[in-house]
């Protein structure tokens, strides 16, 4: 099974805290008020400074949580979104999908609550004033653990767009945060400390105001959840020529019915998301494996280069040859090699 491109291989940062030619800007001081605020900004602050300082990706022990800072605007990054939270320390962020985008600024979170491909950007951020984030990766599993648990669990919200939405960060949540960054001085703790801690992150989530939402894509038979099937088969089958009955038949709807939910959760025809899966992985395979543009589409199912060409001009507004050049020119600007 060919396997998805994971975030961190594409966003345009090495995986190791990048420039160390830009010099490390003050931090902000925070009003006194705003408590939490503060907490998590030296929380996060410390954990970039104990590795290295300047801009990139700065990993933690646990796979699932990630820490970026940028101290230049970052150019949009097309990607498969998983289910997550994405939550902005100082900074502005965006993300585009379909023909909708949203914004979220310091103290707010992105929840995207099921698989879909869109396009994030850094829109605010210099050397003076970067962006600082916080990324946290669903455990599904785990998540609906914490759903079954709950004395008064959620009703299903009634939204029947796409699953993404922003709301503010509440002081239980970054205090959540805080302790997760602190965990990361004692290395032997995570595997006994953090899973609770994310049981901590969940119940806030399910219990705060977007709750409703976010169960939907654990209960069994909502319309999320049965397009959330056939998403998951075509990730697993990108490369594979599959037909619309199939994918219906997983999700427990007829043909018609599951078209018209699959295009009114994702904003695409199936047809048009397994293309983008396919380009995505074409785009990491050129990146990450230096494989050229015709291996790249015929692993990806093409069969024919110059459709893949254009397709993949359509999608990422360049050709493939081009933005493979740009984006390691890029990463090599960052990383200062």
Known sequence: MTRMPETAKILPFPPNGGARSLSAPARPIAPPEDR???????????????GGGGEGLFPLPMSEVHVIRAMRHVPANRQIYRPSLC????GLKQIEFGDDSLEYGAMECLIVNMEMPASGRIVGASPGEPFVGMTIDFNLDLLRDVLQQLEQRPKPGK??????????VTDSLADCLVRMLRLTKTPEAVPILFPPLMREVYYWLLTGPLG???????????????IT????????????KLRIEDLADVAGMSPSSFHQHFKTLTLMTPIQFQKQLRLMEARRLMLDDAANV???????????????TR??????????KRDVLERKALIAAVSGR
Request: include cysteine; hydrophobic fraction near 45%; aromatic fraction near 10%.
């Open 229 to 240: 099937r056939a998403i998951r088969l075509l990730r697993e089958r990108f490369a594979e």
């Open 294 to 308: 015709t291996a790249a589409a015929y692993q990806v199912g093409y069969e024919s280069t110059s459709q893949f």
């Open 36 to 50: 939490a605020a503060a907490a998590l900004r030296d929380a996060v602050y410390a954990h970039i400074e104990a």
């Open 212 to 226: 409703g939402e976010i169960c939907k894509q654990l209960i069994a038979d909502t319309h999320l959840e049965r």
């Open 311 to 320: 397709e993949y001009s359509r999608t990422f507004g360049i050709a493939p």
């Open 159 to 168: 939204h029947d767009g796409p699953s993404i939405f922003v709301t503010r």
């Open 87 to 90: 939550v902005v320390v100082e």
